[in-house]
């Protein structure tokens, strides 16, 4: 747990680790550099269970790799300062692990509080990754968006290190993560019960941070899908010549994947280009995808409703997902 100016709510997220049903673990509390009452109400926690790390403010993405490092048990679990466990969650998780030893990642369904500041989109996204259960579920859906909450994932620590720990690349340092594991060919699960409530409100680093925003969320799917998806692939279809689309293909090309052929459905985009790369209709599709030996087919849109249309057009045609075709927002 890194905390940064948390008085506010560490009593409470840390009362909640110390109530686990579970009582065989550490708890690793690194305080980056916290100017409010955050040392204090740490230094009169008596539990021997709790080591406190203490550092200048270095930030959360160090903050966290210090705490990695002090870890010495062969799970990991995850909680910010200002989110609360229910009092099974690491005996959940900690079941499930030893149960399914491929299990790399393990999250939990979460549930956003309180509940007069959790906000519409936050709601939905909260649905959404509360419907992701299995490894297959999360690598569908791992390129439209975070598909497990940090402060509610445990994670094997030799896997942890070997993967390099928490990295910076300008973008969200648990969604890279996620992509690493990913990358790696490493499993997924989540224990289908909200043994973490996540707390909603303004000062969350998904509003504040700019490592957090779409255009770095963009970049960062750009990434992995270069180094990975895209790999001796002799085709780049791209659905979607809207915003998210053309800012998805903007640096798909910077990284030497430049879309041939865009699909759309509005006629006025039909027959034009973008960045000289044609638009065609969905009735072109098959005859653009039989032009190329191994293709792949990104669907770039945004919207829910959309996406599930896509997803059922591909699939009359004969394209399978994961193979064939992705999904990207």
């Not at 990754?129 to 620590?157: G, V």
């Not at 973008?171 to 992509?179: G, I, S, T, V």
């Amino acid at each position: 747990m890194p905390v940064y100016n948390g008085a506010a709510t560490l009593d409470e997220a840390l009362d909640s680790v110390v109530a686990q049903t579970m009582s065989d673990y550490e708890i690793v509390v690194v305080n980056d550099g916290s100017t409010d009452a955050t040392a204090t109400l740490l230094a009169a926690r008596q539990d021997p269970r709790m080591r406190l790390l203490s550092s200048s403010h270095v930030g959360l993405l160090q903050a966290l790799n210090l705490g990695l490092a002090a870890c010495r048990a062969p799970f990991v679990a995850r909680l910010d300062a200002d989110d609360v466990c229910r009092p099974q969650r690491l005996e959940r998780q900690v079941s499930l692990m030893q149960q399914q030893p491929d299990v790399g990642v393990c999250g939990t369904q979460v549930e956003a509080f309180p509940a007069g500041d959790v906000a519409t989109g936050f709601d939905i996204y909260v649905q959404w990754q509360n419907a992701l259960l299995t490894h297959n579920d999360i690598c569908r859906e791992i390129f439209i968006e975070s598909p497990i909450a940090h402060p509610s994932a445990m994670l094997r620590r030799h896997e942890m290190v070997a993967l390099g720990g928490y990295q910076e690349r300008g973008w969200a340092e648990d969604y890279d993560l996620w992509l690493r594991y990913h990358a790696a060919g490493r499993h997924f699960a989540k224990v289908a019960e909200p043994l973490v409530r996540w707390r909603e409100h303004g000062a969350r680093a998904t509003r504040t941070d700019s490592r957090y925003s779409v255009e770095n969320f963009l970049r960062a799917k750009a990434h992995y899908l270069s180094c990975g998806p895209l790999n001796s692939r002799d085709g780049l279809l791209v659905w979607g010549a809207g915003q998210t689309g053309r800012r998805l293909s903007k640096h798909l090309s910077r990284a030497g994947h430049q879309p041939d052929v865009f699909i759309d459905i509005a006629p006025k985009r039909i027959g034009s280009t973008l960045r000289g790369v044609p638009i065609v209709g969905t009735e072109q599709l098959m005859s653009c995808w039989q032009s190329y030996n191994r293709p792949l087919l990104l669907a770039a849109v945004a919207s829910r409703g959309a996406r599930a249309l896509i997803r059922e057009h591909l699939a009359r045609v004969g394209l399978l997902e994961g193979d064939d075709f992705l999904c990207v927002a």
